[in-house]
């Protein structure tokens, strides 16, 4: 199975850490996506696990002569759409980055493009493959907390020094897109639940000279059932905070609730005194999930529907955000 990478700024890793397993599957080139985009990181990690791609400075030629089943995109966040179109318009099947799109114009398209390609597609939601997040899922799923009536999610980073992309609405995309993405994917997950409305509100004041870059934003959304989500995002994280991120979600229902905060799970319901921290399932990979089902193996747990779905929820809570008002679904 032959594998093109196009772009470096977001999560291939999660490719190359799924294709590191594969004894099948090459990596056959890689590929700027936008002009000026910086790929020796994703090909110095892709000759760290024994692959030669080939280097090419047009993602268009590389795909046209190498012909791959499967295309990595994650190039400025901004062109995310315009290239998965081009390959999903290939019949390539795309694993791309998150958004998938930046407006609802580039959305709308890409779905068009999608629903005619007969090929699949999943955005990089890898967290939820994550021990913890997983956990947490299959626990949900098993009823220890009941009817879920509300969630508070939060993303957290450090902002560091970022690229001169992330510093331009066009090419960044804004903080509730990118960072939110994951805390609004959670939100969707766990409840089932369809979205209704959200009111957001966000702020580029401190981001220490990054343009247009949001450094910091609520979010909060009405589903159906009458459920409630919050999620919270910043890049104020301290520079000498342990971790680079601080990932958070606390589900609350009717027989008990449960929490992931530091990589962990802690549990309590009707049936137990006290809080619980419940053991870990093992980290799984999204991109090897991908793989099942290309192969007919299997479900992607991110389905090209929650892929379109999740990102029409972030740019509506960007759009409450830059208008301050409330938006429906």
């Not at 590191?20 to 994703?42: F, L, T």
């Not at 793989?291 to 809570?317: M, N, P, W």
Request: aromatic share 10%; with cysteine; charged share 25%.
């Amino acid at each position: 199975m032959k594998v093109a990478i196009i772009g470096s700024s977001g999560h291939y890793r999660y490719a190359i850490e799924g294709i590191r397993e594969e004894k099948d599957v090459v990596i056959m080139g890689i590929a700027p996506g936008s002009e000026g985009e910086d790929i020796s990181p994703a090909y110095r990690a892709a000759c760290r696990i024994g692959h030669e791609p080939k280097v090419y400075e047009d993602y268009r030629r590389m795909l046209d002569e190498v012909k791959p089943d499967i295309a990595v995109i994650n190039c400025f966040f901004g062109h995310h759409a315009k290239v998965t179109m081009q390959v999903l318009e290939r019949g390539i099947h795309a694993f791309v980055e998150k958004p998938v799109a930046t407006t609802f114009e580039d959305l709308e398209q890409l779905k068009e493009a999608y629903s005619r390609s007969g090929v699949h597609l999943a955005a990089m939601f890898g967290i939820r493959y994550s021990a913890h997040f997983i956990t947490a899922w299959n626990l949900v799923r098993d009823g220890v907390v009941g009817e879920i009536r509300l969630m508070n999610a939060q993303k957290s980073y450090k902002l560091g020094q970022r690229s001169e992309f992330y510093k331009s609405r066009s090419t960044y995309g804004g903080t509730i897109p990118w960072v939110g993405s994951h805390a609004i994917d959670w939100i969707y997950w766990f409840s089932g639940q369809e979205f209704k409305s959200v009111f957001a509100s966000h702020s580029t004041r401190y981001n220490r000279q990054h343009g247009e870059l949001e450094v910091s934003a609520l979010c909060h959304f009405t589903l159906s059932n009458e459920v409630f989500g919050s999620v919270s995002i910043d890049y104020l994280r301290p520079k000498q905070a342990p971790t680079h991120d601080d990932d958070r979600l606390r589900v609350v229902g009717t027989r008990g609730v449960l929490e992931v905060r530091n990589g962990k799970v802690y549990l309590i319901n009707d049936d137990i005194e006290g809080i619980r921290e419940v053991p870990l399932l093992p980290q799984q990979n999204i991109f090897a999930d991908f793989l099942r089902q290309i192969r007919g193996e299997g479900q992607c747990l991110v389905t090209a529907h929650d892929s379109f779905y999740v990102t029409e929820a972030c740019l509506k809570a960007r759009q409450s955000a830059d208008e301050g008002e409330v938006i429906y679904f």
